[in-house]
């Protein structure tokens, strides 16, 4: 036989081969595809190398794989907890790809079941305290909670990580913060420049957890998508918030009318998280607060969970503690 022809026959065997092969593609939707596949592709030369019986072909966020049903299918499996872990860590080195593709379960580690949420460069989030943990019960038996507590507490940072959680996890598809626009009786307009730029000091606290669970990149993402919106509580009248994580923060400063605006924007399959110390209100002073309000008229209806945190819930630097003693103290006398 000619060379030529042992080409030929090689050839046909090879195409034979391949077309007997079964094929799978798989798109990849939940991360960005770039960083999940690593600098010089690594995931995929991990994977072909635990793979070396299929055929894998990495485009754009698509990934072909060529071989055996019963290797398909476990490939499907290893690539699902590589995604989950990478959405989870927003990170996946080269020792991590071995675990998981090495391991025969993808089973939580008991060690970490307390973790809320991983942020940014493996920050492991998670409840500082007691009453912080309360919050992490409650929002599992409830749709409705209220967190209750003076500066310093944790309310709305662990808030915000339930919001992050619950998104990442698709019980929900959008999350909303808001706040009522009302800073120690000053107005947004002696603020310079635009509406966002007047708006924005009032929001930084809700910036600034998210940039500790959000990657940079993603965080503007959600943003220009409108998954992930922060915005004045005057801009949800009218709205039914159906498939939402929703924030509302610093609630002792909304209104009768304004909390029971709000807490009516409930739609189907929501969470509502209401945070506030009514000891901190800044609305006129014969003006009533809505969340004090609030927390009378529904302290009996099922389905809302309220905690109530206290100094020895603060988070921040000791003396915020003392302070809010010494203050206790004052008002009290």
Request: no cysteine; charged share 30%; aromatic share 8%.
């Amino acid at each position: 036989m000619s060379q030529l022809n042992i080409h030929l026959q090689n050839y046909k065997n090879n195409r034979l081969k391949h077309l007997l092969l079964n094929e799978k593609i798989i798109e990849i939707t939940e991360v960005n595809p770039s960083e999940f596949f690593g600098i010089q592709n690594e995931t995929i030369l991990q994977l072909k190398k635990y793979f070396p019986k299929l055929k894998i072909v990495a485009r754009g966020n698509k990934i072909k794989i060529f071989g055996e049903d019963e290797l398909l299918e476990l490939f499907d499996k290893k690539l699902t907890m590589l995604i989950k872990y990478f959405e989870r860590y927003n990170k996946l080195d080269q020792n991590s790809i071995e675990q998981i593709l090495l391991s025969d379960n993808s089973a939580k580690n008991s060690a970490e079941s307390d973790i809320i949420v991983h942020g940014v460069r493996g920050l492991r989030i998670k409840a500082q305290s007691a009453n912080q943990q309360k919050m992490v019960d409650l929002m599992l038996k409830n749709d409705m909670l209220f967190a209750i507590g003076p500066a310093g507490t944790g309310k709305t940072y662990t808030a915000v990580a339930l919001a992050v959680r619950a998104f990442k996890n698709k019980e929900v598809k959008k999350i909303i913060l808001t706040r009522p626009a009302v800073e120690a009786g000053e107005s947004l307009g002696f603020l310079p420049g635009d509406f966002k730029d007047k708006l924005d000091p009032y929001m930084q606290p809700l910036y600034d957890a998210l940039r500790d669970m959000i990657p940079p990149m993603k965080l503007e993402s959600y943003l220009e998508k409108g998954t992930l919106q922060i915005a004045p509580l005057a801009f949800m009248r009218g709205r039914t918030l159906d498939n939402a994580f929703v924030i509302l923060d610093e609630a002792q400063n909304t209104t009768h009318s304004q909390m029971k605006m709000f807490l009516t924007r409930m739609g189907k399959n929501a969470k509502f998280i209401i945070t506030g110390d009514p000891d901190q209100v800044d609305l006129p002073r014969k003006q009533t607060s809505g969340l004090k309000e609030s927390l009378q008229v529904l302290k009996s209806v099922r389905g809302i969970g309220m905690v109530y945190l206290d100094e020895k819930d603060v988070v921040r630097h000791r003396l915020v503690s003392k302070i809010i003693k010494a203050y206790k103290k004052i008002e009290k006398e």
